[in-house]
């Protein structure tokens, strides 16, 4: 064989190698039947972040039910509760959407509850963390004064931990000796610290937060860089310049993130929330100061396990289905086809176990719609190996010989394959990028499938036919 | 399907072929008439179907009942979900609770209360599995929709978005904008007729349909640049031949891959049809649109932009 079509089959062998090695924690870990699995999922088990994760629709997951806290609001009429609702009910999808949850199912229930449905019991912890909190960005001044010192002895003495401060749980002998308009509130790093007890600025101006690599306080650290539109950004600079000297506490729901020195005057409304984030915390902090805040504090009420949205009885009908859908596909170009089919057949295998096994590899959830992505593409996959043999087919029967009809077939039918292929790739990481819950799911396979099939149905058939070309020398071509 | 035999110089053909429409030599532009006409029917009765029928929107878009309710011992899901049809409910959602043996109903509120909703409900189920359903639900509750109006907004923002970037692309490929217009026409034209039809035969829209419609255009507009390529490549191999004439051989030339394509696509879908109730509305969309989507590629897509052409010469 020539250096190069050995070369194509090496990329070829290591391509499936790479794939099975991927899909086999898989097979592991869904022919466990419904029960272990969502057992294993509780004691975390690791082969669970090895394989592709299921939607809400298609395995179930953990049920939640919020409270909205109504004593929160500035008034409990029908109108404010349900424009409190649908605040948080955006907000939290916002959330979910930034934990990169496909197909959450967030809707309002009764008058003060919000029903989430998240897929996967696997890291629901993480999950309530993050859609409970409120997320209320403050800016205060620190009042260094000197009543702290007591403060903290009463605080010690008492026992009181941050929480009971957070709450303003405090006793009586602790809040007699707090200043006139200070309260004290908890540090991140531990500790307190006396700060004015009415927000300078708040979140509401909050434009964007984001990680950045590097602060001022270490080197190589991450910091959440924020930017406040044009309103907060001439009070911000307003504040910056009436305070220079003084210590700027950066509160996130009661907690003191930092407090920086206000070195000079701040312009353009940009700073930054500097700690000892770890990458995912700094993450997930810019996360849920982008989704905004809720318009009042939430807690869980009811918890619990349930199976998928659709049923377990219809996915195991529809999984039948298209099992049966499938292999009628694969006879019919066998039939059809004769021995050209069977390449073709060969082909659309490689094209599933080449998109599962990335589908696992990047954690894209597999949802319904996502499924529908799948059948599209490889139908658009069989679709273009139908339109290169009967081009082959074309060729011969202009007279032309084995080899140099494959080469023509393959030649002439590439256009049109291309652009077909484009187009809908296009479209389909358009859906993606912008699309939100099935729209997204839909995207995703159809994306990575069809790009797939461009390398199956395109370049590894023709590998097949060079190589069998190559070795047999046949003098026909069955298709 | 016919066996033919082989060609008089296809000497390096393996025994005989299975083919379909070969050499066909059918004036496509010619039926112009009758396919707009069908067209036209089509599209009015997909209107008349959404204006008078109206679209029933499943409940992840208009919210309803939410209704827990404990078993002694958790039936089979299949054997609730039929019982409850037997019942007379429709478009509901089911899911199992495993861990309390109960289930959870979302039904859409409709007319009824929601006293009678759960009274008749309880009693549906009790006439199933009579002693094994508790006395009464664990929870009733209003619950609204998970598609909300912003959600719902997104999604047709993002699919409008995707659209554009199919015209612009194909008007990038094939040099001129009718073409980019045409494939998203014939697209559009094919999901719009489908969704008629779903509403006219007063099928519920739910998220399951939204994928099929979606499926569907991404399968239409495929099914309709093959054939726009063919077209491109029979202008640069120029013979002396009118623009009809160039542009019936385009489609005669393709026919036997859009039908076998077509026919393909056709056994999975309709396999689809024994996939559970779930499914069924999966497999009607895919298949009527499927035999849509190749009768307006045949029909349709080539006759417009023969007939533009025209009109810019006239």
Known sequence: MNNKLTWKTIIIVLVVGFSLYKLYPNFLW??????????QAKRKNPLVREVIPLGLDLQGGVHLVYQLDLSKLPDVSDETVHRAID?????????????????????????????????????????????????LLEFRLVKDDEALVKILDEVSKKGVRPEDVVSGRLPEEIKKLLPAGTQLLPQREGGYLLVTDKAELTGKYLKQARVEMGNSMTVGGLSIGFELDAEGATLFE?????????????????????????????????????????????????????????????????????????????????????????????????????FSGLLADAALLLQIIILFAIMTWIKATMTMPGIAG????????????????????????????????????YDKAFSAIWDGNVTAILAAAFLFQFGTGPVKGFGITLMLGLAISMFTCVFATKIFYDVWVFLRRPKTLSI | MGFSSPPQNAQYLKGVSMQLFKNTNIDFIGKKVYCYGLSLLLILAGIFGILKVGPEMSIEFTGGTLLQIGFKELPPIDQIRSSLNEGGFEGFSLQTQPADHSIIVRLKQGQQSKEDITARLLKTL???????????????????????????????IAILGSLLVIVIYVAIRFKNWIWGAVGVLALAHDVFITFGLL??????????????????????????????????????SSRKESLRDLYNRSINETLSRTLITSFIALITSSSLFFGGEVLFDFAAAMTFGILIGSYSTIGVAITLIHQWEMARKA
């Open chain 2, 199 to 236: 509403v006219f035969l007063h099928r519920e829209i739910t998220l399951v349909v939204i994928a099929a419609l979606l499926t569907l255009a991404g399968y239409s507009i495929n099914d309709t640049i093959v054939i726009f390529d063919r077209v491109r490549e029979n202008i640069r």
């Open chain 1, 238 to 338: 307003a504040l910056t310049s009436a305070h220079i000297n003084d210590r700027l506490a950066i509160v996130l729901d009661s907690m003191i993130q930092s407090a920086p020195r206000i070195e000079s005057r701040i312009p353009g409304g940009r700073g930054q929330i500097t700690g000892s984030f770890n990458a995912q915390e700094a993450k997930t902090l810019a996360n849920i100061l982008n989704s905004g805040n809720l318009q009042a504090p939430m807690s869980v009420v009811e918890e619990r396990t349930v199976g998928p949205e659709l049923g377990e009885d219809s996915i195991r009908a529809g999984a039948k289905a298209m099992l049966v859908g499938f292999s009628l596909v694969i006879l019919f170009m066998v039939i059809y086809y004769k």
């Open chain 1, 30 to 39: 869904y022919s466990l039947p419904i029960e272990e699995r969502q057992e």
């Open chain 1, 374 to 409: 799948v059948i599209l593409s490889l139908a658009m996959s069989v679709d273009a190996n139908v339109i290169i043999m009967e081009r082959i087919r074309e060729e011969l029967a202009l007279g032309k010989d084995v080899k140099y009809a494959i080469e023509e077939g």
């Open chain 1, 87 to 135: 605040q948080n009910m955006i907000v939290i999808n916002n959330r979910i959407d930034g934990l990169g949850v496909a197909n959450a199912f967030v809707a309002r229930q009764g008058r003060e509850f919000i029903v989430i449905q998240m897929p996967g019991v696997y890291g629901s912890e993480e999950a309530k963390s993050i859609i409970g909190k409120t997320a």
């Open chain 2, 126 to 156: 009790q006439s199933s599995f009579s002693g094994n359903v508790k006395e009464l639900p664990d929870r009733v509750e209003f619950v609204g929709p998970v598609i909300g109006k912003k959600l719902a907004m997104d999604a047709l």
